[in-house]
């Protein structure tokens, strides 16, 4: 079993940043590909980005390339989304997940869940 909790969202006006974390505990989580999800108000949640085990593959959605980097640290069992560049339309709630497969990419299924942590941009 892993534990997920997200922290770093808040408040902050259009074109600034912001940098989530995600921190795991329980059964190791180097080996889980990992991702951020995001569910605007009133909408579905969706893919944000993903990151493989080790760190050395990560993809992105079309509508955050260029301005979200993922990333991680698997000595802190520890990944990130830093956000540059925001909109209003990157409003939501931001959940972290992880894949016991280890790959972290968009169209699977994920194992574990963060209870998210709100981003609010305002323009």
């Known amino acids: 079993q892993v534990q997920l909790v997200e922290s770093g969202g808040g408040l902050v006006q259009a074109g600034g940043s912001l940098r989530l974390s995600c921190e795991a505990s329980?059964?190791?989580?180097?080996?889980?590909?990992m991702g951020w999800f995001r569910q605007p108000p009133g909408k579905e949640r969706e893919f944000v980005a993903g990151i493989n085990w080790s760190g050395g593959r990560t993809y992105y959605s079309d509508s955050v390339k260029g301005r979200f980097t993922i990333s991680r640290d698997n000595a802190k069992n520890t990944m990130y989304l830093q956000m540059n560049s925001l909109k209003p339309d990157d409003t939501a709630v931001y959940y972290c997940?992880?894949?016991?497969?280890?790959?972290?990419?968009?169209?699977?299924?994920?194992?574990?869940w963060g209870q998210g942590t709100q981003v609010t941009v305002s323009s």
């Open positions: 997940a992880a894949d016991r497969g280890g790959w972290g990419r968009p169209n699977q299924p994920y194992d574990y």
């Open positions: 329980g059964r190791t989580q180097s080996t889980y590909g």
